[in-house]
């Protein structure tokens, strides 16, 4: 049996696509796969799905932390090692000299590069220069010599084609299946949903100035976001936020959640939210909520670019706005609740997952590179 070991650095190691799509794929497929990832303790244990996860304790010093994950990635002797944070391109080399010659991917699941030229005056200069430039100079470095390179969109892998015609891209469809949960449209305990990091560029704010705009002209609407935020001060903002526009009695916060649960949240409610604000790395990704959410019937309210205006227009599941003006989401989220074309909005949500969005149709891209590199071909 061929043993996998998944490697990530800035992932839960139950994370979605690393653990309920692609290990599970592996795993049903006659592999044995290994996640190691970082934690504030060392754990060592398998799971009922006979995962076997390793959580390397995380330091201050995060360069210990990456020799303590090579050592711990060695001790595996995995046949393939499969690297999904930009930062472990670092040691991707080191575990290609490994005397048995393991194969090795880097999945990337976003454009980090770009992310960077986006982000880099919001960073510490100590992360900046020890952190995020060395990584992204070891991504171009080790691009030509990795056996295999994956991405989740069309324009991180076309990058990647240039250096290595060894690239595929695995789309981060939906695992939910529409035909998994019963389509009811009634007796709904939310109107909106958010799921994902809670940020100002992922439209926190501007969700909440919708909420509030709406509720000035009369509607109103109660609103449940699921996730955590990364940034206590932005925290601190929204909570004043609420506050001060009387909307506590109007919005949960359940903060990060497992995997499972989630779900619960997209049955009770209505219309779904995902308005990332306009930026070069925005621009570019594919955001995973957007299938889950038509998994689960949800009508979406999204960005007018990008690959968010892409399938939310190709496919008519919502309506896209400016991610920058409180009014016209408010306008189209009233539009949307109020008007006579919702019911055919969930419809078509759940028939373009079920036809062309779910993750079953990627599992034989990603079985296809492995067994190509379980051949003595050249692939």
């Known amino acids: 049996m061929k043993t996998v070991c998944m490697i990530s650095c800035r992932h839960?190691?139950?994370?979605?696509?690393?653990?309920?799509?692609?290990a599970l794929t592996l795993v049903r497929n006659g592999y044995a796969v290994v996640h190691i990832g970082f934690g504030?303790?060392?754990?060592?244990?398998?799971?009922?799905?006979?995962?076997?996860?390793?959580?390397?304790?995380r330091t201050k010093m995060e360069t210990l932390c990456f020799g303590a994950l090579f050592r711990t990635a060695k001790s595996v002797a995995a046949d393939v090692y499969h690297l999904h944070d930009v930062e472990l391109c670092r040691i991707a080399l080191k575990l290609k000299k490994l005397p048995w010659h393991p194969k090795v991917i880097y999945d990337a699941h976003e454009p980090y590069d770009v992310f960077l030229r986006d982000s880099w005056r919001k960073r510490s200069k100590w992360r900046l220069f020890f952190n995020d430039i060395p990584a992204v100079i070891a991504e171009r470095r080790i691009l030509s010599q990795i056996d295999y390179l994956i991405a989740t969109e069309e324009n991180v892998a076309s990058r990647f084609r240039e250096k290595n015609p060894n690239t595929a891209v695995i789309y981060n469809y939906s695992y939910f299946s529409p035909d998994d949960f019963p389509l009811n449209t009634e007796n709904k305990t939310f109107d909106l949903i958010y799921c994902g990091s809670l940020s100002e560029t992922k439209g926190v704010f501007l969700m909440l100035n919708a909420l509030s705009e709406a509720k000035k002209r009369g509607y109103v609407y109660r609103m449940?976001?699921?996730?955590?935020?990364?940034?206590?001060?932005?925290?601190?903002?929204?909570?004043?936020?609420?506050?001060?526009?009387?909307?506590?009695?109007?919005?949960?916060?359940?903060?990060?959640?497992?995997?499972?649960?989630?779900?619960?949240?997209y049955q009770q409610s209505k219309v779904a939210f995902c308005l990332l604000s306009s930026n070069r790395t925005n621009r570019l990704i594919l955001p995973i909520k957007l299938f889950e959410y038509a998994a689960f019937g949800l009508p979406i309210i999204g960005s007018n670019f990008g690959h968010i205006a892409e399938i939310i227009q190709g496919n008519n599941i919502g309506v896209c706005v400016n991610p920058h003006d409180a009014n016209e989401v408010a306008s189209a989220l009233i539009d949307l609740l109020s008007g006579?074309?919702?019911?055919?909005?969930?419809?078509?949500?759940?028939?373009?997952?079920?036809?062309?969005?779910?993750?079953?149709?990627?599992?034989?891209?990603?079985?296809?590179?492995?067994?190509?590199?379980?051949?003595?071909?050249?692939?």
Not at 12 to 22: F, N, T
Not at 362 to 376: A, F, G, P, R, S
């Open 40 to 57: 504030e303790e060392f754990k060592d244990f398998y799971t009922d799905d006979a995962i076997r996860l390793i959580q390397v304790k």
């Open 224 to 265: 449940v976001l699921v996730g955590s935020f990364h940034n206590p001060a932005v925290q601190k903002e929204v909570e004043q936020m609420i506050w001060k526009e009387e909307l506590s009695e109007h919005l949960l916060l359940t903060g990060e959640l497992p995997f499972e649960e989630v779900s619960h949240y």
């Open 340 to 379: 006579e074309k919702y019911q055919s909005y969930v419809s078509r949500c759940k028939d373009c997952v079920r036809a062309k969005y779910l993750w079953k149709n990627q599992e034989e891209k990603l079985l296809h590179i492995y067994n190509k590199m379980n051949t003595d071909d050249k692939y």
């Open 12 to 22: 839960s190691l139950l994370d979605d696509r690393i653990y309920k799509k692609e």
